[in-house]
């Protein structure tokens, strides 16, 4: 059961950040995963009085803010475009309707879940997190970090030219995933692939070799031969684990089939089998 004791609406971010440096209090995001554990919350803090609700698009960058619902990211049509429609694939699966209308965006990000497709998809782009003490950070290294207790304000994407595939194996429609891949291929020659859920939070594949140098600006052929190559290379470095549902083994041959799929889906072959 959770348990409040003090509900404070914040008037500003520096009493969020005050009132968040008590180990035992919280920031409220949509509540959907918070409420359904067992925890003792000394002060409850709410930033919905904050307009960070809302997307803010500039010919540059998208700025979303940490209260954005995920269902308004996945009906917002500048991201929608800028993305191929991938973000919207990467969150419809997400339980359903209702509970994109109350999860958010910063709860999302913030709790570098193993099971995120969010993170696994801002990942593959050119993202960032802007802290309120700690300020404009990479998303790749806000990732890698343990939770701390500053406050998320918003996401920032940047505007570059990127083909963008989302893919992810469910042993159901709305299941958690069993995997999850995202492929960013930008135009100036920069690939990210990036595989989640595994059952640890995602991370970047990071190609030390090359593999996916120039991908877009190869012929068809040479872009089968890239994708087998990083498909088995990621196999490889990906680290996997089991649990209820899915295998070691079953993780590890799925990192190889979504990424090889994901990069020529992206590269223009859609029948990446």
């Not at 590890?252 to 990424?259: A, E, M, Q």
Request: with cysteine; hydrophobic share 40%; aromatic share 8%.
């Amino acid at each position: 059961m959770l348990k409040i004791k003090e509900y404070v609406k914040v008037k500003d971010l520096e009493e969020a950040y005050l009132l968040n440096q008590k180990k035992t209090a919280c920031v409220l995001g949509g509540m959907v995963w918070l409420k359904m554990g067992n925890r003792n919350i000394s002060t409850a803090i709410d930033l919905s009085g904050l307009d960070l609700d809302m997307i803010e698009e500039t010919e540059e960058e998208f700025r979303i803010g940490a209260m954005t619902s995920l269902r308004t990211l996945e009906t917002y049509k500048g991201l929608d475009g800028y993305t191929q429609g991938a973000v919207k694939k990467s969150l419809r699966h997400i339980v359903g309707v209702q509970f994109r209308n109350c999860a958010t965006v910063g709860g999302s990000i913030f709790g570098r879940y193993g099971f995120s497709d969010v993170l696994t998809m801002f990942l593959a782009m050119d993202s960032y997190v802007e802290l309120y003490k700690g300020g404009i950070v990479p998303l790749e290294d806000f990732a890698k970090k343990k939770p701390d207790r500053d406050i998320l304000v918003r996401v920032i994407v940047k505007k570059r030219p990127i083909k963008t595939v989302y893919l992810s194996q469910r042993n159901s429609s709305t299941d958690f995933p069993v995997l999850t891949c995202c492929v960013g291929l930008f135009a100036d020659g920069e690939a990210r692939a990036v595989v989640g859920a595994c059952p640890q939070r995602a991370g970047l594949v990071q190609d030390e070799q090359g593999i996916l140098k120039d991908f877009c600006s190869k012929d068809l052929k040479a872009q089968e031969q890239a994708a087998v190559s990083f498909a088995q290379y990621a196999k490889e470095r990906v680290k996997t684990g089991g649990n209820m549902r899915a295998s070691k083994e079953y993780r590890s041959h799925l990192v190889g089939v979504l990424v090889k799929r994901a990069l020529l889906a992206a590269g223009g072959m859609d029948n990446g089998n």
